[in-house]
């Protein structure tokens, strides 16, 4: 299934761009690109916006009657278009101005489409990215699932390389299965140059502030924002979140108007958020607020018996003609990994380098000690 959306303005395309995937949705400003792309694919549906650049709507619309896709149209009207009948007639085609468009319609409609999509290629992935079969990430895997539907925040704690940001795409997938997650390193969201990429700025709000930007609140509307790194974030950022929390009101930089953003929140961090109160560096009504539901990722020493799966995976989307030894498996399950999964994987990629053209892969404990 897929969306394609032609118009010559931005904003108009911005606003299916911070909503769907790039395998639902796809965008032209140019006309002639977008006959093209009809001629190779027939999309479930075609929206075609009245700002067409040079190239006029009406010029456009017939083209399409020539070409005759077997799509349906919206056709977002000029107010001056005038279509003569045999272009109706020629396509399956719904109007509407541009100034009366139901958003909120149009998107329940896109999002059942969509949705309809990620089922159909739900088979094609690993369900949630986090493998393995021990106890201790079979369990992980179940409380994802329990909990991803629901508008809670989630919290995940793990130590560095054990799959935090893999657990908050599956939460998100399962929710927004179309849409595209808005994850946030919390280092970034300091000082005014953060908060204003955070919550958006206006024109002029500052030297160099040559252009309005957005931000990630408008960017996570009615999908997942994902804090990592939450430990980073100073006091005052957390009060200003805060208040975007528990209101869903927030102001651009250099602005007076209230703009609204609904998402759902998953944050992550490295350190137990326990200790952070401890040391005065986070707030206790936003700890509250941000962990409706707490899940800790298990580090890679407690199930050292997933490590051959781990391979195994890696192998196949690296180098699937190729296999691990026997004996690289019992050193790989010997060691304590300080740095979880991620640390395993580099050791496989440094080891798959050195293998050049053998089919075997071989580790040795120098490979490891590099790690």
Same mark, same amino acid.
């Given at each position: ?21 790039? @395998? ?16 190779? !694919?027939?999309?479930? /549906? ?17 083209? %399409? ?10 056709? #977002?009207?000029? =107010? ?17 101005? &541009? ?33 393995? !079969? +021990?106890? $201790? ?13 629901? @508008? ?6 793990? =130590? ?12 998100? $997938? ?11 390193? #919390? ?24 252009? =309005? /930007? ?29 208040? %975007? ?5 927030? &102001? ?8 609204? *953003? ?6 992550? *961090? ?10 005065? $560096? ?27 799966? /781990? #391979? @195994? ?16 498996? &019992? ?11 991620? !640390?395993?994987?580099?050791? %496989?990629?440094?080891?798959? %380098?050195? *293998?050049?053209? +053998? ?13």
């Amino acid at each position: 299934m897929s969306l394609f959306v032609v118009s010559s303005d931005w904003r108009f395309k911005e606003k299916f761009k911070l909503r769907y995937k790039p @395998s639902f949705l796809s965008l032209f400003t140019m006309t002639e690109k977008a006959l093209y792309a009809l001629r190779m !694919e027939n999309p479930n /549906l075609l929206i075609v916006d009245s700002k067409l650049g040079k190239n006029s709507q009406e010029a456009f619309v017939e083209e %399409l009657a020539h070409q005759s896709p077997a799509c349906p149209i919206l056709l #977002c009207m000029d =107010e001056t278009l005038h279509l003569p009948e045999r272009i109706q007639q020629a396509l399956t085609l719904h109007t509407t101005h &541009r100034a009366t468009l139901d958003w909120v319609n149009l998107f329940e409609h896109l999002d059942r489409m969509a949705s309809a999509e990620s089922v159909q290629e739900e088979a094609l992935y690993h369900p949630s990215g986090l493998i393995g !079969e +021990s106890e $201790s990430i079979k369990s992980v895997r179940k409380q994802l699932m329990q909990y991803a539907n629901h @508008s809670c925040s989630v919290h995940l704690f793990g =130590e560095t390389g054990t799959g935090k940001e893999l657990a908050a795409n599956y939460l998100h $997938s399962l929710k927004y299965p179309h849409r595209n997650m808005v994850a946030v390193n #919390c280092s970034l969201l300091s000082g005014v140059l953060g908060n204003s990429m955070f919550f958006g700025h206006t024109k002029g709000a500052f030297t160099d502030g040559k252009t =309005e /930007l957005k931000g990630f609140a408008y960017e996570a509307d009615q999908s997942t924002l994902f804090l990592d790194e939450v430990e980073n974030l100073s006091l005052q950022f957390q009060a200003d979140l805060l208040r %975007l929390l528990e209101t869903g009101h927030y &102001r651009h930089y250099g602005d007076t108007h209230l703009h609204t *953003s609904r998402f759902r929140l998953v944050t992550a *961090s490295n350190e137990k958020l326990q200790h952070l109160i401890d040391k005065r $560096s986070m707030r206790k009504d936003f700890y509250y607020r941000i962990t409706d539901v707490a899940l800790t990722l298990p580090p890679l020493r407690e199930h050292l018996e997933d490590i051959p799966l /781990l #391979c @195994s995976h890696y192998l196949k989307l690296h180098a699937p003609e190729k296999t691990i030894s026997d004996q690289a498996l &019992r050193l790989l399950e010997t060691h304590h990994w300080p740095g979880n999964v991620r !640390e395993l994987f580099s050791t %496989l990629r440094r080891a798959l %380098l050195r *293998s050049h053209d +053998s089919v075997l892969v071989a580790i040795h404990s120098e490979d490891i000690a590099l790690a």
